[in-house]
């Protein structure tokens, strides 16, 4: 059974940082894209970030700079280190695996998802 767990998210200023972890578990994916997306209240879940098969990465514009999405195959891991995080960036953050090697922003093209972690950032 595949299972994707989250953690790191909580309480920041802004203009501070946080580091969240995704850690995979039922099957190596290793070769497979994975990726990073946020949902805050009353808005549809968006792409943060993602990561191919080789460590070819992509981001939204809106975290572009501030964010850096980085895997570990050996651990079957995924994090995000957030850094100059803004008010905006508050919201509840997934980790999500597709079953290709590239990565897309449509959230339905993901097979596999976290239960998510809160990230709130005050001002």
């Known amino acids: 059974q595949v299972q994707l767990v989250e953690s790191g998210g909580g309480l920041v200023q802004a203009g501070g940082s946080l580091r969240l972890s995704c850690a995979a578990s039922?099957?190596?994916?290793?070769?497979?894209?994975m990726g990073w997306f946020r949902q805050a209240p009353g808005k549809e879940r968006e792409f943060v970030a993602g990561i191919n098969w080789s460590a070819g990465k992509s981001y939204a514009d809106s975290v572009r700079g501030r964010f850096t999405i980085a895997r570990d195959n050996a651990k079957n891991t995924v994090d995000l280190q957030m850094n100059s995080l803004k008010p905006e960036d508050t919201a509840v953050y997934y980790c999500a695996v597709r079953n290709s090697i590239s990565v897309v922003t449509r959230s339905r093209d993901y097979a596999y998802w976290g239960q998510g972690t809160r990230v709130t950032v005050s001002s």
């Open positions: 039922g099957r190596t994916f290793s070769g497979y894209a």
